[in-house]
């Protein structure tokens, strides 16, 4: 698409703007922001304060189209274009599922890895990921309905995983608290992005990828399976705790209780057995009558692998036959008299 007069001069300063503003704060996140009609920047552009950027729509619109043209014209050099990434960003920042453009962002990664792979440690490659991962959080994490939900860029993250951990490992210390202190990073990514977007079902897959790939990663890692057993215990248990604190504060979202059971059912530790009356209690102190709560505690309970604490959901069920003159507490009592049907030997416990 060609523009001309005022457009194409609106066009090119857009993405100038932008293209520096991406370019100064590259080793930061920023928060990135969609102004309303009602909202004009004096310059016409977009408003900056600090890491903080607004910006109108149809603005981007124009800085995408000078971005395009710029991507394609350098896409195929012989070596990954700077300009070509520089492109990129804006881009995938307008147009998140422009394919393409993350395919030459993942060549740069390949290319510089395949250069310095004799390099130890492998700095360039180290700044190139940490940077990546700085702008992928730029935009998943920013209040950005659509953005934060992208396929095309969370499936780029979890494409990253193989070099981020590869190179969390290669770093000098104590490789288990080094991924530890990896996973908190990535897992808090997931919860800012789940709640700009609720029920962000591709968030919440890259972190099962991300779990699913650090059990894995145990194996090279740790000398004996006690090693391995000790950190699986430790993250497992570290991840579940601040996952069910996100759920308990997320109530209705159902993918983020999905994730919760999917760590439940690969746990390797008995400490969880009280975590079904803990979200019990969380959910019915609150009167939380959101359905999506309700649907992993019965599934939670009907799984034969997940450990249960009959006796602490027996007194959730009495505090709440106390309140006899609360009609929202009967009817919760009625509910936890339901979830508790599901255990085996339940008789025992109402006697």
Avoid at 162 to 184: C, I, W
Wanted: glycine letters at 2%; aromatic letters at 8%; one cysteine or more.
């Amino acid at each position: 698409m060609e523009l001309s007069g005022r457009h194409a001069v609106l066009s090119n300063k857009a993405y100038t703007i932008l293209d520096q503003y991406f370019t100064a704060h590259e080793d930061e996140v920023v928060e990135i922001e969609m102004l309303p009609p009602a909202i004009q920047p004096e310059d016409g552009i977009c408003m900056i304060d600090g890491l903080s950027l607004g910006i109108p729509k149809k603005i981007l619109a124009l800085a995408f189209l000078e971005a395009r043209r710029l991507f394609f014209q350098h896409k195929d050099d012989a070596s990954v274009s700077t300009i070509a990434l520089a492109a990129s960003k804006v881009m995938l920042l307008f147009d998140t599922e422009q394919i393409t453009a993350a395919n030459l962002r993942k060549k740069q990664i390949v290319q510089v890895q395949q250069e310095t792979e004799k390099t130890v440690p492998n700095e360039s490659l180290k700044a190139l990921l940490r940077r990546e991962i700085d702008f992928l959080d730029s935009i998943l994490t920013s209040p950005l309905h659509r953005q934060s939900k992208s396929p095309t860029l969370w499936y780029h993250r979890s494409w990253l995983l193989q070099y981020l951990v590869s190179n969390a490992m290669s770093l000098p210390g104590d490789h288990k608290e080094t991924l530890l202190d990896f996973s908190r990073k990535e897992l808090s990514a997931v919860y800012k992005s789940g709640e700009r977007h609720p029920k962000n079902y591709y968030a919440w897959q890259y972190a099962r990828t991300l779990v699913t790939h650090l059990v894995g990663s145990q194996e090279s890692v740790t000398e004996t399976q006690q090693e391995r057993a000790d950190f699986l215990s430790v993250f497992i248990k570290e991840t579940v705790d601040s996952t069910k604190s996100w759920c308990c504060s997320h109530p209705s979202d159902i993918s983020g209780w999905s994730f919760l059971l999917f760590l439940l059912r690969m746990s390797p530790s008995k400490s969880n057995g009280n975590l079904l009356a803990d979200v019990v209690h969380i959910v019915t102190r609150l009167r939380l009558d959101n359905e999506s709560a309700w649907i992993f505690i019965r599934t939670a309970l009907d799984e034969p692998s997940i450990e249960k604490d009959a006796a602490s959901l027996h007194d959730v069920l009495q505090q709440c036959e106390k309140q006899q003159d609360d009609v929202d507490a009967d009817l919760f009592a009625k509910r936890i008299r339901q979830i508790l049907s599901y255990l085996p030997n339940d008789s025992a416990l109402k006697g």
